[in-house]
């Protein structure tokens, strides 16, 4: 096991240089231009796939290879510096890859991971599909059915997910639905549908207010069937799971939070990297704008409000780290992870929003990067888990009771 530290060993330090160099001059000089489209952006996203940052390879380097966990932290927060959209359009797929090695066997994370990068020529994704238009925090209420036609070894699935990171132009959707529907949360299983399956297709895309780069679309599944195989973690274990259920066993909670809580410090490390862009553009905005006769910055009132933003943008830090660590141990206690995601989203929209501020008229036009900035910073307080939904995990695990 390893020692939970902040020192970064030399790879880490060379992976830090090698993304913060990718997000200086490649990213930030295009991300204006992607934010105003709000078009997938194929040709960054190729640019990525052939200096290796957007592939499984890349993917499997930061999960399976670094008992420390902050390898990831490091990397995610170095792409979002750069742009919170276009970093999504990379990392979004890691979403899905995350849905398969958290359910699949050995053998259906080689099979379908890879396909959801496909190769640097001939880029893929994959989308991972569990909200729905009338339940995204509620997951008891998702209604998108799986039935099992057993004298075809298929499901058929039906209905419809929203909101879904690279929705209808992925190759791999990773479809979390309901099987047993009197289960409610515990009757769900999820599935790989494999690339142009009939019946599943993009509803709505999105116009969004931050993330623009990011493609986020409704989709639609009808009469969708996929073979026996591609039910995630098999029917035998599928079945002797359900089983337990209905006889009253619980399911292992606290394997489950370690599970849930584990992917959260990434979302928080994306969101610590959008605060210190922030923090760094008004830092020196600061010292050189004038007003009555001298920087802004020699004002206590703008200087105390970079102070402020630095604290919290390393406190924020020091809990994703701690939280990532944490995870990689398999030793979450009182929902670290949820904490450091938590405290990180409101970082990122505080920062952005005092950023904007410090910045004055200019901070409010789409000439200098910080409005976008704040737009891009709300998501964090939305996705993978809302604030509130963070809180009442902390709250539970803090507890002991089921706070609702
Ligand atoms: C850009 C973007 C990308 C996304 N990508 C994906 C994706 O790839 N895959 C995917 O599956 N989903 C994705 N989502 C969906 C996201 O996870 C959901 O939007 C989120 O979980 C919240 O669900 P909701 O929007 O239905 O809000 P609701 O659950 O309806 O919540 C509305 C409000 O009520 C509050 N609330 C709800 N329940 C409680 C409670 N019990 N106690 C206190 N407050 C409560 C919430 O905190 C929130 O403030 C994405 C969303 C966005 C905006």
Avoid at 69 to 86: H, R, T
Avoid at 99 to 121: F, K, L, M, N, R
Avoid at 202 to 210: T, V
């Amino acid at each position: 096991m390893s020692e939970f530290s902040l020192a970064l060993t030399e790879d880490q330090v060379t992976l830090q240089k090698w993304i913060h160099d990718f997000a200086e001059t490649v990213m930030r000089p295009q991300a204006h231009e992607w934010d105003e489209r709000e078009e997938v952006p194929y040709e960054f996203i190729q640019e990525a796939a052939k200096i290796g940052l957007y592939g499984w390879e890349f993917m499997a380097e930061m999960m399976l290879n670094d008992p420390s966990g902050q390898s990831m932290m490091v990397a995610q927060e170095e792409l979002f510096w750069g742009d919170a959209g276009l970093g999504m359009a990379i990392m979004g797929t890691g979403l899905a890859v995350a849905g398969i090695a958290a359910s699949g066997t050995s053998d259906q994370v080689a099979e379908w991971v890879p396909q959801c990068y496909g190769t640097p020529d001939d880029v893929a994704f994959g989308a991972f599909c569990a909200s729905e238009p009338d339940a995204g925090s509620d997951v008891a209420a998702y209604r998108l059915r799986a039935k099992y036609d057993e004298a075809k070894d298929e499901w058929v699935l039906n209905g419809t997910k929203a909101w879904i990171t690279n929705g209808g132009i992925a190759d791999i959707h990773v479809v979390v639905a309901v099987v047993e529907p009197e289960l409610r949360s515990k009757g769900h299983a999820s599935f790989i549908v494999p690339p142009n399956t009939p019946g599943l297709s993009q509803g709505q895309k999105y116009k969004k207010h931050g993330l623009r780069a990011s493609h986020t679309a409704e989709v639609v599944l009808e009469d969708v069937r996929v073979p026996g195989s591609c039910l995630l973690g098999g029917k035998e274990k599928l079945d002797a799971r359900l089983a337990r259920v209905r006889e009253g066993k619980r399911g292992n909670s606290q394997a489950a939070m370690q599970t849930f809580e584990a992917t959260r410090p990434a979302v928080g490390s994306q969101a610590v990297g959008v605060a210190r862009a922030a923090f760094e553009f008004s830092l020196d905005y600061a010292k050189e704008r004038k007003a009555f006769g001298r920087a802004i910055i020699e004002n206590q009132s703008i200087a105390f409000i970079l102070a402020d933003m630095a604290t919290e943008i390393d406190a924020a830090r020091l809990l994703v780290r701690r939280a990532a660590w944490l995870g990689k141990q398999k030793k979450f206690k009182y929902a670290e992870g949820s904490m450091a995601k938590l405290k990180a989203g409101r970082v990122a929209v505080h920062s952005t929003e005092r950023a904007i501020q410090i910045l004055g008229g200019y901070g409010y036009t789409r000439e200098y990067p910080v409005e976008r900035w704040h737009r891009d910073s709300k998501i964090f307080d939305i996705f993978e888990g809302t604030e509130q939904i963070q809180q009442l995990v902390i709250a539970r695990a803090i507890s002991g009771i089921r706070i609702k």
